[in-house]
């Protein structure tokens, strides 16, 4: 640290993400990102005559991309804002709509993010409890009266909500802002994009990053009311107006409107997420009920921690958590078949010992 650091941030934990090895034979199953390439319209889309462009500005609107999305979800265009990854969009809610008056409340075991959050805007979450089996109690959100951030399904345990307790959530807090963190929805849970013209405490977040294969574009949006869009839209422009660049406005664009390519890679994710669920149980593994590109599992004898570097120790990388509550559990992406099938074949390596 320097000595010019402001005071306010002597104290900041950063978030910390998942590693990115620069070596190449590893089966990285670390960070959920998609096995797959983006959609070849995507990469077809990015020649020579868009790069030729970079000289100039990106549409401040973002207007290409939104309109691709309000067309796919069937939402206007002024209910869409585009966030330098869903991680932008989360700064934007976190920065517009709580202070200490409106404090936010999120889960203890959740994404790593939002607490972060919290102390770079100086907030003072409400930490809820998962309940002892790792899903997230109703009742405890139920007329909280203060922001609520939920990821749904929850990261890292992969588990969901259905629809009608996220009713029961929105009806109840009427007057405070919830957001739906949804960015691994589309792996099996129900979206609550259907409620953001029923409620109008409503966000839905949502990115590219793991079920449209452009994780390296950082590409994320919000969708809710004109009202709410147009109060993050006021971070945004006090911030970054370019916020998204003009490669990443024409891959979001390509990509959302490629649904048959978008169609059969989460269907492989979702048909390998049961051949590793399968087979991990079948050795003695316990493993929540995910609906996400990934599951969290733990071992009956070995432990969270000893999986994690034995894994690593065979070119495997998973992702481990030393928090008290998950440390018998690691998280593992969902990849390709190959790889899962090289992580079946490490698993009972390491568990003959
Ligand atoms: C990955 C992730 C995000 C952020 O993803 P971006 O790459 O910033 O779009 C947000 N929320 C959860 C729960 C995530 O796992």
Known sequence: MSRFLSERFSNIEPY?????????????????????????????????????????????????????????????????????????????????????????CFADITYGFYPVFCELYGLEPEIIPLKDDLSIGIKDYIGKNKPIFIANPNAPTGLALSLTDIEKILESNKDSVVLIDEAYVDFGAESAVSLVDKYDNLIVSRTFSKSRNLAGARIGFAISTPELIADMCKMKFSFNPYNLNRLSIIAGKESVLDTEYFNRCISEIISNREYTVNELTKR??????????????????????????????????????????????????????????????????????
């Open 16 to 104: 910390t993400p998942g590693e990115q090895p620069k070596v190449s034979n590893l089966i990285k199953l670390n960070t959920n990102e998609s096995p797959f390439p983006p959609s070849p319209k995507v990469i077809e889309a990015l020649n020579n005559e868009e790069l030729s462009k970079l000289n100039l500005y990106s549409d401040p609107d973002t207007k290409e991309v939104i309109d691709a999305i309000a067309k796919t979800f069937g939402v206007s265009s002024n209910q869409i804002l585009m966030g330098n990854g869903s991680d932008e969009i989360l700064a934007f809610a976190f920065q517009a709509f709580c202070d200490k008056v409106n404090e936010p």
């Open 284 to 353: 003695g593994f316990t493993i929540p009920d995910s609906k996400a590109n990934f599951i969290f599992a733990k071992h009956n004898t070995l432990s969270g921690e000893e999986y994690f570097n034995e894994l690593r120790k065979r070119n495997i990388v998973v992702r481990y958590f030393s928090k008290e509550r998950i440390k018998d559990y690691v998280r593992i992406t969902i990849g390709s078949i190959e790889q899962m099938k090289a992580l079946i074949e490490a698993t009972d390596e390491i568990l003959k010992g």
